[in-house]
């Protein structure tokens, strides 16, 4: 009898550990980095990283019900781009005729928040009315968005002097936290309620644990999938937003490394790929952990090449990790 | 039967599967160049044997002998070499492959030289064995993809044929043949005869499992009735008649008790809903089916009679090639089975783990999984109501459990059921679907299950009812309509008194 509630012992031990690891992740990396580079901890580097992980978080955000949900969007990174540039041409074509400066931003975000919707909406609708894999579909689009983008502007282009004053609300800052970073917070905040506490929220969970009985069930399966990404297509572009706001400036490939990092950080902060379990709250520590280690790399150096090795490592490592092997289901995408 | 030589028997096999018992101990015995017979109802247990015999599963207790010793496969290919083979019901052959390649999967090695498959020699290989069955008007270099199933099922059995005699010419075989007849029509049937027929005239033996009676009466020598796991009759076919096998199959008739006849109520004169003509294109068609308030109809037929496929559509995961649905009067049309619950229609689906329950969630939320949009006000579900329904449904159902937090998968079979149960009910279902609600679920849950069922009923509810065994079926029902390919073929009233008998159903399924 003692030996078995040893090994349960065991087996509680490993469980805690593995629900909560990211925690101790995120500990370990900044003790490791401090080490390495003891300049990683003072209070500009802080309240740098804390900012940069912003967009990271919002596009998190709406990465986290789809990966709850089963599902996948490859296209994330390049949605994000597509937005960044179009957001940017609006506000250039609304110029010359509308005088507030604040209006054309509104108004451009709108839009490109729209977008991100539509995209996200005919993402959702092919995986549902033609029954393909989120995966290749994701696949497509990234292909189409990568395009899109290409073909709204080639080069960077700046924000006009004119309409500068629109990005300042992006540099308040409340203490070491900044304004970016307490939008995204919140919308992911409000987001794991949504989640947690509404019909939707649960019927997305049961979606990614057994679609076919929650289909058989009576939930709304078409209808909720589709809305999962239509919301992940509003974060694209929101994050896109922070993006051009943060950098002054659009750029076609500036969504590019976003995919990877965004699953990334949903996987680090322990939500399944294989669907049906995982939390907002852990991916919002996810960032952090990926933003950490981007953080933390380039204080210590290493190569910007580099580093994308890294974050795959990381998705494995982390997938490893999480993974219950033990339960039959498989990931398949 | 003495002068003949025995090639294989099997004697006491028992096998269980998560606590319920499949095989309750069942004997045969194959003599060399005979066709045995093998029938009994779904869920008789002939296809657990014939896995056994095969090596896809062990039995759990018994003991099998083929050419006199012992015999235990622990995987196909050892069977294979003692000389069994079997044609599997749902086929085998790869169709992108060409039906040489197919005849010699997984032996590519005996054709290659220096790592390169030498294919003329496999195909002139495989013309022989073609040839061997009396088949050699099939190309081997033809893909399997552009045969019919006839010509398919003769590929599967020269493969057989084939594999069992790898080595030694004058080994005797025992061929398994599981339901091989539903896709052919009936010429291709006659020659399927006339080459069991040659294989036995070799001195070779054959299994045969069918549904169709008629069939078996015409290619056996002898047959074996199973019933719930157990033996039920074994007869040269000259004393054979489809009456005797039919009784043989269905054995004892129904219990009163068992099945809470004292509660049956009478159905009421609304009829809730109704289907008019409806058909669903090379599955089932001209179904007209009423339900009344306060009904269970009992629903009969052998696996592809289109029974199920009658539930799906009603509700709402099948649309319907033709005909319509009246709910309460009102015409409807579903596409997915969430606009069917706003109509008051859910099902309880028949495969508990992959379509009934999500494994991940608490007893809770899965109880909670079709009405958490009516507990929600504003948009926000509480914690708390789902809590408190979950404790509800614990105890009215009396529902075996460490706690409503506990993992659903985590809860026996039984259990598991009654949380599906529980969930339909919190729906506000009126109209629920039972697909075989008692698959899976040891006797005493089943019971409890049974009397669920009447108290829904009581209510006002009404039921189509999938029975896991006809007894089931009819015990349960008000009303039973049998079906065959397709089409209604019988309806019997079956009020608490006057149960219409297993025998004159079973001669409307087959």
């Known amino acids: 009898m003692e030996n078995v509630s040893t090994t349960k012992e065991k087996r509680d031990w490993k469980k805690t550990l593995q629900q909560n690891y990211s925690f101790l992740v995120v500990i370990l990396m900044i003790i490791i980095f401090t080490i390495l580079e003891p300049s990683f901890l003072n209070s500009r580097n802080v309240t740098n990283l804390l900012s940069d992980s912003a967009p990271l978080m919002i596009m998190a955000a709406g990465m986290t019900p789809v990966l709850i949900m089963g599902s996948i969007d490859l296209s994330l990174g390049s949605m994000c781009s597509a937005a960044n540039v179009l957001m940017l041409q609006l506000m250039l074509k609304m110029q010359p005729s509308i005088e507030n400066p604040y209006i054309i931003f509104l108004l451009a975000m709108l839009l490109t928040l729209l977008f991100g919707a539509f995209g996200g909406f005919i993402l959702g609708a092919i995986q549902v009315k033609l029954k393909v894999p989120s995966f290749i579909a994701s696949l497509a689009f990234m292909s189409v968005w990568d395009s899109v983008a290409l073909l709204i502007s080639q080069m960077p282009v700046k924000i006009p002097k004119a309409m500068k004053m629109t990005t300042n609300w992006y540099k308040i800052q409340l203490g070491p936290i900044g304004l970016p970073l307490i939008i995204a917070v919140g919308l992911t905040l409000i987001y794991h309620f949504v989640m947690t506490r509404t019909a939707f929220g649960r019927g997305i969970f049961a979606i990614g644990g057994n679609e076919r009985a929650a289909r058989i069930a009576g939930i709304r399966v078409d209808r909720y999938k589709i809305t999962v990404f239509v919301l992940n297509g509003v974060c694209a572009a929101l994050g896109a937003m922070f993006l051009l706001v943060k950098a002054n400036s659009s750029a076609p490939t500036v969504g590019e490394a976003f995919t990877l990092m965004t699953i990334s950080a949903v996987v680090a902060g322990g939500t399944s790929l294989v669907g049906g379990s995982g939390s907002l709250v852990k991916s919002i520590v996810g960032v952090f952990i990926i933003s950490i280690i981007k953080n933390g790399m380039n204080m210590v150096g290493v190569n910007v090449y580099w580093q994308k090795v890294v974050y795959g490592i990381i998705v494995l490592l982390a997938v490893t990790i999480s993974t219950d092997r033990t339960s039959r289901s498989r990931i398949v995408k | ?510």
Not at chain 2, 124 to 132: I, M, N
Request: overall charge negative; hydrophobic content about 40%; charged content about 25%.
């Open chain 2, 1 to 510: 039967m003495d002068e003949k030589k025995l090639l294989f028997s099997a004697r006491d096999i028992t096998k269980s599967f998560y606590g319920t018992q499949a095989l309750k101990g069942v004997d045969l015995d194959v003599y060399e160049g005979e066709v045995v017979g093998l029938i009994g109802e779904n869920g008789a247990g002939k296809s657990t044997l014939l896995k056994i015999i095969i090596g896809v599963q062990p039995q759990s207790s018994g003991e099998m002998t083929m050419h006199g010793k012992p015999f235990a496969p622990s995987d196909p290919m050892e069977a294979n070499r003692e000389g069994i083979g079997m044609v599997f019901q749902e086929q085998s052959l790869i169709v992108n492959l060409t039906v040489g390649q197919n005849l010699f999967f997984g032996h590519e090695k005996d054709f290659s030289h220096l790592g390169f498959i030498n294919w003329n020699k496999m195909y002139e290989e495989s013309q022989k064995v073609l040839d061997e069955v009396n088949c050699g008007n099939i190309n081997p270099r033809k893909k399997v993809l552009d045969l019919n199933f006839a010509t398919r099922q003769m590929v599967e059995i020269a493969k057989v044929v084939n594999v069992t005699k790898s080595g030694h010419d004058d080994q005797k075989c025992l061929i398994l043949l599981d339901e091989p007849t539903s896709v052919l029509s009936e010429q291709e049937v006659q020659n399927l005869f006339t080459e069991i027929r040659k294989l036995t005239a070799k001195g070779h033996s054959v299994i045969f499992v069918s549904h169709r009676l008629d069939e078996v009466l015409e290619i056996s020598d002898r047959v074996y009735v199973y019933k719930d796991g157990q033996n039920a009759g074994n007869m040269p076919i000259a004393e054979a008649t489809e009456e005797k096998l039919y009784a043989a199959m269905v054995g004892r008739e129904t219990t009163t008790e068992y099945y809470h006849l004292d509660e049956q109520g009478k159905a009421e004169d609304d009829v809730v809903l109704e289907t008019r003509d409806l058909g669903l294109s090379g599955v089932f068609k001209h179904c007209g089916i009423k339900l009344h308030k306060g009904e269970i109809l009992g629903i009969v037929g052998v696996v592809g009679s289109g029974k199920e496929d009658i539930c799906s559509v009603i509700c709402g995961d099948l649309k319907p090639t033709s005909g319509e649905i009246y709910v309460k009067g009102k015409k409807v049309s579903y596409s997915s089975p969430s606009q069917a619950l706003d109509d008051g229609i859910l099902m309880i689906p028949k495969e508990r783990l992959v379509e009934g329950i999500v494994r991940g969630l608490s007893v809770a939320e899965n109880i909670a999984l079709s009405n958490a949009e009516k507990l929600s006000e504003h948009g926000v579900v509480s914690k708390g109501k789902i809590n408190a329904q979950a404790d509800e449904w614990i105890d009215k159902l009396r529902i075996k459990t460490t706690g409503r937090d506990a993992e659903l998968i985590s809860l026996s079979g039984g259990n598991q059921q009654k949380v599906v149960f529980a969930r339909a009910l919190a729906s506000g279902a009126e109209i629920i679907i039972l697909n075989h609600p008692t698959r899976g679920v040891d006797v005493g849950a089943k019971e409890e299950i049974y009397e669920l069922i009447r108290n829904v009923v009581a209510e006002g509810k009404s039921v189509i009812l999938l029975g896991d065994t006809l007894d089931e079926c009819i015990g349960m029902s008000n009303r039973v309509i049998v079906m065959k390919d397709g089409l209604i073929t019988g309806e019997f009233d079956a009020d608490a008194d006057n149960k219409p008998s297993q025998v004159s159903l079973v001669s409307l399924m087959m």
